[in-house]
């Protein structure tokens, strides 16, 4: 396996956004059900269980096999900017791959998942460790979004990581399915929101 590429998969530098979406999390902060740490991870925990685990994992598990689910990925978004915020990323990605020689996609509209799922297979990267590195920075880009507009603390949203960190190796995510109507409810309501800090 390429570690190096792996990490780098996984990595806040790599330029394709994360850090200007939210995800839904900025409309619960708004909405005051979000409002410390706690109700942060909570939130978080939430969303990793309901939402990314049951529907966003088990349909990049099958695309890091090869599978072609962009068309299903992307008609499972609840909303315009959940939409928008997948196409951007794996427009982004797709580019970038290019660029470090890694091949082009054969997708016009790629999601994230399909992109980052063609480069697993591109860099020869074993696909469990490939989705676990996709939920770590799933994972990562949410509190750090959380310490930006909570706001919390640096130590905070580490103790955050330490603990949602360790959900990712029990998560099986084999059936598909998807019952978040929290997350597709506000986050319809940010599309209209008046001050915000993220696209999402």
Known sequence: MNLARLLQL??????????????GLEAAIEAGIVKDA?????????????????????????????????EAFLASRETAELRAESVQMGFSLKKLLVDLGAGEMPLEEPS??????????????????????YLWAWLENQVMSAVKAVPLGQTQGQKMLLNLGNLIETIKAEDVGNFAPGLAMLSSK?????????RS
């Open 38 to 70: 706690a109700s942060a991870e909570a939130w978080i925990r939430d969303v990793l269980e309901f939402s990314v685990a049951k529907m966003e994992l088990p349909l990049l598990k099958r695309m890091l096999e090869g599978e072609d689910l962009n």
């Open 112 to 133: 994230f998942p399909a992109a980052f799922a063609f480069a697993a297979r591109q860099w020869k990267i074993d696909p469990g460790a490939a989705w676990q590195v």
């Open 10 to 23: 996984a990595s806040p530098t790599l330029p394709v956004g994360a850090y200007s979406y939210s995800g």
């Open 190 to 198: 940010h599309e209209t929101q008046y001050s915000r800090l993220f």
